[in-house]
């Protein structure tokens, strides 16, 4: 082995003297034989033709030495590598842009896969991250539904799947201090939390049982962010207090800088949850309501399906101790996913589309390039033969060849590194505000070895079938010069790509057309609601001066009053809830008409008068709400008109009696008469329709919400009211942190940014391809009516009009379109399964979306056509054929 | 002449070569006659193909090279047997040994 290598290196090492040595070894013989000959008597000259004879062809021989040797690979290879270059350097244009393609292509398909890396390959950034499971309710459409603290603690201590589970839910307390308040993203979160996660704080202790207990100490984590922007990281933080929602938390750790908090990422502080574990009989609790997530790992050993099937099992199997109210029978199980695959659900088939439509982009990249080297194949059939009659095997053209694609490609990926580093950072830029782990997207070694890989990969792919063909046994023709007439089989691969290219776009633009007329249709959905001149923004109340619900609602009515005072306001009013901004709650109903039947869900808003208007809400029956409806007053809703129309469909609903949230089942508590009915809004996206609402007045709900969202009605440009309208609100109490500002027309867009996010991309892939796909079949005309030129001469002189050559050759391009079309189209038709999730109100067969595609073809391949016709059509054959 | 050469088996020809060198060290014409001589000349050898073959053999370690000097007092690249090509030419001979009496032995009973 060692000597092997010895005898590689120093074959390597001292070519010159292995070579030198190898032509003295050779003469050595040769003159031997000569000599042999010239003994038996013949003439000095027969005798060297004769002992050549016998020796056979010498540079052949030399050539099967150096391969026996074994350094020849490496040895030619960068004979190779030095020729290649000096070849693509004689050819400035061809190398620029079949370089620049690939950049395209491999940079495209770098991006999207480091933003597609962290999401659905790369294990989540913990130890054994394929054992934390994220556990949901069933609801009874098999959705996933937040957890109830009970059932939480049920599971825990009935299933032996799990070494640990903990459960959350978002908390945004606001940090007071020397500094402005300031409203900080948090979680709260059972003592077991980072533990399921497998981390642990870096300064200081992680959470222990005794921290969270009902009225436990108030502690509190920071993450490594916050502790170095607002504490200047300073250690001597542990054991300090800081004030939080005006009340004060020990500081107990900090978490690691590299801690990537999947669950919560912009996450900046946590604090245990401290629910109550006794009293599971009282159902009107928190502990019973369902909005927890529940995490937990598995222990080592059991896999996800035993898990799944453990808890399946203690759904159906209800013991006394742990008592279940209705709304948490576990009736319809549990789901249970692993962490990867949840926080992936929602954008799994989004990001699949946008992979598969980028590798396309690089297959008619590669395609394009296959294409330009076989045409600059056909140029060059003359050096090939010369080659291969000095001695060159067929392999060590074949070599050679792909030496220089793999060079094309290399230095398309290198080149295509930086366009992925750009495509990261528009990605990142562009990505819609529910992608997960965003931070977590970069150009990391694993990017780097998958662009490595690619490169490598279509280095080969574009080279192979273009050296196959320069290096076919008929290289003798090449020699000839007649050859130009008889290269017919090349021109047919070209073609058959150039199909391959056609098709491939027209996938790639029945796709973006898909979407667009999807986005098309969502944006023409009335969102119920006057989007226009509308400024929002999200209003907290902080501090216990706000305990008592009169302190919040004199707050939020000052606030309005300050607000409308603002010159440009029209109306303004508030809500708990602002459609299309994320936020989602609902809360049972019951109707008095329908005594028997289980509550159903609602989404609730609880408005201040003056809000339908200001929002535009068309009134449909009765009145809306107003000043008359305060605490005190009768009880009063206003209901969606689908719920309306639903729940009395032969009925006057105006006049007609629910009780709502925490009022069912009290019949202590009045019934709400419905005084009023409202156009139908949508509040969690225009392409759902949750349309079932209910709308009452702060305060005559069960409590005032601290947290309120602000609509003003302005004249003018909406967003240029921002700091007045902040000004006036905080003129009532400065110390109120003012979050989410945001024009409703932005709101509405943003509402549909995944679906717009994957627009753009495809958009942007399609009009790639388009314009690729549009140079080959430029490339394949063009050569084809070079190398035609002398029948192009010949009909011309036959008295073919130029005009019949024109047709000749667009008709050319334009069936090799046509097949591309159609292959396409079956290809569209598949591959269209892929985006159903993402398509609105469109069949993925959609007509008008298929027939402007393929005009839109047609045309950009017809120009493309045109240009070589035109120059077909300009043959004078008297000079064509003299040529000749 | 014989009228009748037949082409040289695959792989036959390592074999030739490791028998030649097996009296002792030669150069690359030498072993060329050789080979010749001892098959009677019934067996076709392109000359040339033997320098590969040398090649080969040199890099699987079975025979080693130093230059010397011929009987006409010329330079020339020597070839003999290393230990392991002593222990290969065995090797061969045995599995070539074999192959000729299974094939002969087939030719006999069909």
Avoid at chain 1, 192 to 197: D, I, N, P
Avoid at chain 1, 342 to 347: M, N, P, Q
Avoid at chain 1, 698 to 723: C, E, I, K, M, Y
Wanted: charged letters at 20%; aromatic letters at 8%.
């Amino acid at each position: 082995m060692l000597d092997d290598l010895l005898f590689l290196l120093r074959s390597l090492f001292r070519r010159e003297n292995v070579e030198s040595e190898l032509d003295d070894e050779l003469r050595f013989h040769l003159e031997q034989e000569v000599e042999k000959y010239v003994q038996s008597g013949m003439t000095r000259e027969e005798a060297m033709r004769q002992a050549r004879l016998a020796f056979g062809g010498l540079e052949q021989v030399k050539e099967e030495c150096r391969e026996a040797r074994g350094v020849h690979f490496i040895e030619t290879l960068f004979q190779d590598v030095r020729y290649g270059l000096r070849t693509l350097q004689k050819t400035p244009g061809f190398t620029a842009v079949a370089v620049l393609t690939l950049a395209l292509g491999i940079g495209a398909c770098t991006a999207i896969f480091s933003a597609v890396n962290p999401i659905l390959f790369k294990p989540l950034p913990y130890p054994h991250a394929d054992r934390i499971m994220m556990i949901w309710y069933a609801g009874d459409d098999g959705s996933r539904v937040p957890q109830t603290f009970h059932t939480y603690r049920e599971l825990t201590e009935r299933s032996h799947s799990f070494e640990t589970a903990a459960v959350m839910k978002p908390w945004q307390p606001t940090l007071s201090g020397e500094n402005q308040p300031e409203r900080l993203e948090g979680q709260r979160v059972s003592s077991g939390y980072f533990r399921t996660l497998a981390v642990a704080p870096v300064l200081g202790r992680d959470f222990q049982a005794s921290d969270d207990v009902l009225n436990g100490p108030k502690v509190a984590i920071l993450s490594d962010g916050l502790w170095r922007r607002a504490f200047g990281g300073d250690r001597e933080i542990l054991g300090q207090q800081i004030k939080l929602d005006d009340d004060n938390y020990t500081v107990i750790g900090v978490m690691a800088r590299s801690f990537d908090n999947v669950l919560s990422p912009s996450a900046q502080v946590w604090s245990p949850l401290q629910y109550d574990t006794g009293n599971l009989v009282t159902v009107e609790t928190r502990e019973w309501g369902h909005h927890l997530s529940m995490v937990a790992r598995l222990r080592a050993g059991s896999s996800i399906n035993q898990a799944r099937s453990n808890l399946d099992w203690i759904a159906h199997h209800p013991v006394s101790e742990f008592p279940r109210p209705a709304w948490a029978s576990l009736e319809h199980g549990l789901i249970a996913n692993s962490l990867q695959d949840d926080v992936a659900s929602g954008v799994k088939p989004a990001l699949l589309a946008v992979l598969g439509a980028v590798v396309l982009v690089l297959l008619v990249a590669c395609v394009n390039v296959t294409n330009l080297l076989l045409a600059r194949g056909a140029q060059r059939r003359g050096e090939f033969a010369v080659r291969a009659a000095l001695g060159a095997g067929r392999s060590r053209l074949i070599q050679q060849l792909i030496t220089e694609s793999l060079l094309l490609a290399t230095v398309g990926g290198a080149l295509g590194m930086l366009v992925a580093q750009a495509g990261v950072r528009a990605l990142v830029a562009l990505s819609p505000p529910g992608l997960p782990r965003v931070n977590a997207i970069t150009v990391d070694g694993t990017v780097f070895g998958f662009a490595l890989g690619i490169t490598a990969l279509v280095g080969v792919l574009v080279g192979l079938v273009p050296a196959l063909y320069a290096s076919r046994g008929d290289l003798h023709l090449g020699m000839q010069q007649t050859s130009r007439r008889t290269a017919g089989s090349h021109q047919l691969t070209r073609r058959t790509l150039v199909v391959a290219e056609v098709a491939i776009t027209l996938v790639l633009l029945v796709s973006a057309g898909l979407l667009l007329r999807s986005l098309q249709r969502l944006f023409a959905i009335d969102p119920g609601f006057d989007a226009s001149h509308v400024l929002t923004m999200q209003v907290q109340e902080s501090g216990h001066r706000f305990d008592a619900d009169r302190a919040r609602d004199q707050f939020f009515t000052q606030a309005l009053e300050a607000v409308r005072q603002v010159p440009g306001v029209s109306a303004a009013a508030f809500t708990s809830q602002l459609p299309l901004s994320g936020d989602f709650e609902s809360y049972g109903v019951q109707f008095e008409s329908d005594p028997r039947a289980d509550a159903e869900a609602g989404l609730r808003y609880a408005v201040s008068s003056g809000y339908f208007e200001a929002m535009r809400i068309p009134l449909r029956r009765g009145r809306l709400l107003d000043e008359r409806d305060r605490a005190g007053a009768a009880q009063v809703v206003v209901l969606s008109e689908s719920f309306a129309k639903r729940k009395f469909p032969d009925r006057e609903p105006v006049g007609q009696r629910i009780r709502i949230g925490p009022d069912i089942g009290h019949p202590d508590r009045p019934w709400a008469t419905i005084i009023g009915v409202v156009g139908d809004v949508k509040q969690a996206s225009l392409a759902l329709s949750d349309s079932d609402a209910f709308y009452t007045t702060p305060t005559q709900w069960s409590w005032v919400d601290n947290v309120q969202s602000l609509v003003v009605r302005v004249n003018g440009d909406a967003a240029a009211l921002t700091p007045a309208v902040r000004n006036a609100i905080w003129s009532v109490d400065k110390d109120q942190p003012i979050v989410r500002v945001a024009t409703m027309e932005s709101l509405l867009a943003k509402s549909e940014a995944e679906r717009h996010f994957v627009l753009i991309l495809f958009e942007a892939f399609g009009l790639v391809a388009l314009l690729l796909a549009a140079s080959g079949i430029y490339g394949v005309l063009a050569g084809s009516v070079t190398e035609r030129l002398r029948e192009i001469g010949v009909r011309a002189a036959l008295g073919a009009s130029s005009r019949n050559i024109l047709t000749l050759v667009v008709r050319q391009g334009m069936i090799l379109t046509a097949i591309g079309v159609v292959i396409g189209l079956a290809g569209a038709a598949v591959a269209s399964h892929a985006l159903i999730s993402l398509l609105f109100g469109v069949s993925r067969l959609d007509p008008i979306t298929y027939f402007g595609v393929i005009a839109l073809l047609a045309t950009v391949s017809g120009v493309a056509c045109w240009v070589p016709a035109w120059r077909a059509a300009q043959v004078d054959p008297s000079v064509t054929l003299r040529a000749e | 002449m014989p009228a009748q050469r037949i082409d040289l088996p695959q792989g036959t020809l390592d074999l030739l070569i490791l028998r030649t060198l097996a009296l002792g060290p030669q150069h690359g014409w030498a072993i060329s006659e050789r080979v010749q001589q001892i098959s009677s000349d019934v067996l076709r050898i392109q000359q040339g193909s033997l320098y590969p073959a040398l090649h080969r053999l040199q890099r699987r370690g079975w025979i080693k090279a130093r230059w010397g000097t011929s009987d006409n007092n010329r330079r020339a690249k020597y070839y003999e047997l290393s230990k392991s090509g002593r222990q290969q030419l065995e090797v061969e001979k045995d599995a070539w040994e074999k192959l000729t009496a299974a094939v002969a032995q087939v030719l006999g009973t069909a």
